[in-house]
């Protein structure tokens, strides 16, 4: 289904969903009753409305990215990463989780190198925690060595909860 049917079926039931909380205290007690519940209650009507707007900003700042994934041009989404994570200096964990997926996806082992030493230098955190697509990359570009001393590093200093996977992809560059 298209992104933007999603985005607009999702705001749609939401609204009549609003409205209907909204207009139900009117119809089922009388109005000078409905006006007094709201009055009493209108926090709640607010508190919904700033839900909604804070997904909607969510999606609309996302916008592009997720216009380019719905189109899977791999190109294009990994210049887009590119600008967010080099140029505009956002190095989170989610861009470089994405960019890094974006480089194996187009099978470009030297861009997700460059990405790893950059990640290293300029949020470490960022690097721990995609560990599994940097070792992955390793294992793809043919790098057995590099790829078992990357993942020997990772298996000795990490508590994630990708443990096991360390441990298994560590295990399997043994065997390689």
């Not at 519940?37 to 997904?55: E, R, S």
């Not at 916008?63 to 989404?77: C, G, I, N, T, Y």
């Not at 230098?121 to 560990?131: Q, S, T």
């Amino acid at each position: 289904m298209k992104f933007k049917t999603v985005f607009a079926l999702f705001n749609g039931i939401i609204l009549f969903s609003f409205l209907l909380v909204f207009a139900l205290p009117f119809f089922v007690l009388d109005i000078g009753m409905a006006q007094s519940f709201w009055g009493t209650n209108w926090y709640v009507l607010l508190i919904l409305v700033l839900i909604l707007a804070l997904i909607n900003s969510y999606f609309i700042a996302n916008w592009r990215l997720m216009v380019l994934l719905e189109r899977e041009d791999w190109p294009a989404v990994g210049e887009y990463l590119e600008r967010m994570v080099y140029r505009r200096k956002k190095w989170s964990t989610r861009y470089v989780h994405l960019l890094a997926s974006t480089y194996l996806v187009l099978s470009d082992t030297a861009a997700l190198k460059t990405l790893e030493s950059k990640a290293a230098r300029e949020k470490p955190r960022a690097l721990e925690d995609n560990a599994l697509i940097f070792g992955i990359g390793r294992i793809l570009d043919k790098d057995i060595a590099g790829a078992r001393a990357f993942f020997s590093s990772r298996v000795q200093s990490s508590s994630r909860s990708s443990d096991e996977w360390l441990r298994w992809y560590h295990g399997f560059t043994c065997l390689l």
